[in-house]
C-alpha cells in the first residue's frame, strides 16, 4: 500500500543540501492508510520542531518495516546524501529478531551503495519508542486532560450502533485464494510495489476476476523464495514473484490448472481439473 504523499517527501532528497542528517520513523505496516497519514503528520510535526529547535534536518521521513510504503530501503535511498541517518522505531514492540535483521538489510543498502559517488552515511537507531526517557512522566501529563474528555460519543445517523452493515455477512464469489506475503524480508524484496500488478491482474483478466480472492500477509517463513505468493486451496507456493510474472502464473494455474515449474516451491505439480 502507497502512503500518501506528505509534501516535505516532495523536495528531491537527493540534491545536496546543508544539513547533513535525515531521520527515518520507522515503523510496521499496518492495513489501512489512516495510520499511514499519522504518521506522516508525525514526521512534519518533528521536522518542524527540529527546525524550530535550530537542528537543521534535510529530511523526516516515515518508512515501514512492512506491509506499507516507503520500505525502509526506499527511505534510505531517499536519505542517501545525509552524513547521518537516524533511525528512530516508532512500533512496538521492538523485537530482537527483527533488529538483527534490520541491521543485516542496512548492510545490504550499504553494499549496494559502494558505487555512489558520495560518502556513506553514518547511520544509528534511536532508543525504541517503549523504551524512550520520559515517556512515563508524558503518559502521565496525558491522565488528567483525558480524564476530562467526554464519554464515548453516541453513533448517529443512519449508521444504527447495534448492528454492522448487512454486507459485512456475505462471502465474495471465489474460487481461490492467492496469500500475497507483504512480511519484512518479501516486502524488502519489492512485494509492496507489486501488490497493484496482483490486482489488476485480477480485474483485468476475465479468468481470474470474481474467481480470484487476494489477500496480505504476514512472513510465511521461506523468505529466501520471496516475494512470495500462495495459491489456495491448491496450496501452490510460488516464488521469487516478479511484477511481470505475476499475471501468467496466475492465469495458467487457475485456469489452465499448469503449475509454472520454475517458480514452483511447494505444494502438487499437478492440480485438480476445474
Ligand atoms: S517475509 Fe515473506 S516469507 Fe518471510
Redesign the pocket.
Known amino acids: 500500500m502507497n502512503a500518501p504523499s506528505p509534501s516535505h517527501l516532495l523536495a528531491d532528497a537527493r540534491t545536496p543540501a546543508a544539513a547533513s542528517l535525515s531521520i527515518i520513523l520507522l515503523s510496521r505496516g499496518g492495513a489501512y492508510t489512516a495510520g499511514m497519514t499519522e504518521l506522516n503528520e508525525l514526521a512534519s510535526r518533528l521536522q518542524t520542531a527540529m527546525d524550530a529547535a535550530g537542528k537543521s534536518v534535510q529530511l523526516v521521513t516515515a518508512a515501514y518495516v512492512d506491509r506499507a510504503q516507503p520500505t525502509l530501503m526506499e527511505a534510505l535511498d531517499l536519505c542517501a546524501n545525509a552524513q547521518t541517518i537516524l533511525i528512530l522505531p516508532v512500533m512496538v514492540p521492538d523485537e530482537a529478531s527483527l533488529r538483527r535483521w534490520l541491521h543485516k538489510l542496512i548492510m545490504r543498502w550499504r553494499a549496494g551503495q559502494q558505487s555512489a559517488q558520495q560518502p556513506m552515511p553514518h547511520i544509528v537507531f534511536g532508543q525504541p519508542l517503549l523504551q524512550l526517557q520520559g515517556l512515563t512522566e508524558l503518559l502521565t501529563r496525558t491522565v488528567d486532560d483525558a480524564l476530562r474528555q467526554p464519554d464515548v460519543p453516541e453513533v448517529l445517523g443512519d449508521d444504527p450502533w447495534e448492528h454492522d452493515p448487512k454486507g459485512w455477512s456475505q462471502v465474495p464469489d471465489h474460487q481461490h485464494h492467492v496469500l500475497w506475503?507483504v512480511?519484512?524480508?518479501?516486502?524488502a524484496k519489492g512485494?509492496l510495489q507489486m501488490w497493484p500488478a496482483l490486482t489488476r491482474a485480477i480485474r483485468e483478466t476475465p479468468a481470474l476476476k470474481n474467481s480470484v480472492q487476494p489477500l496480505q500477509t504476514g512472513?510465511?517463513?521461506?523468505?529466501n523464495h520471496?516475494?512470495?505468493m500462495i495459491v489456495y486451496p491448491d496450496g501452490v507456493w510460488y516464488g521469487p514473484m516478479n511484477a511481470e510474472s505475476i499475471a501468467p502464473v496466475l492465469t495458467r494455474h487457475v485456469q489452465d490448472r499448469e503449475v509454472d515449474e520454475a517458480l514452483h516451491v511447494h505444494g502438487p505439480r499437478c492440480l485438480q481439473p476445474n
Do not use: H, I
Open positions: 506475503c512480511g519484512p524480508r518479501c516486502a512485494a512472513c510465511q517463513f521461506p523468505c520471496g516475494p512470495l
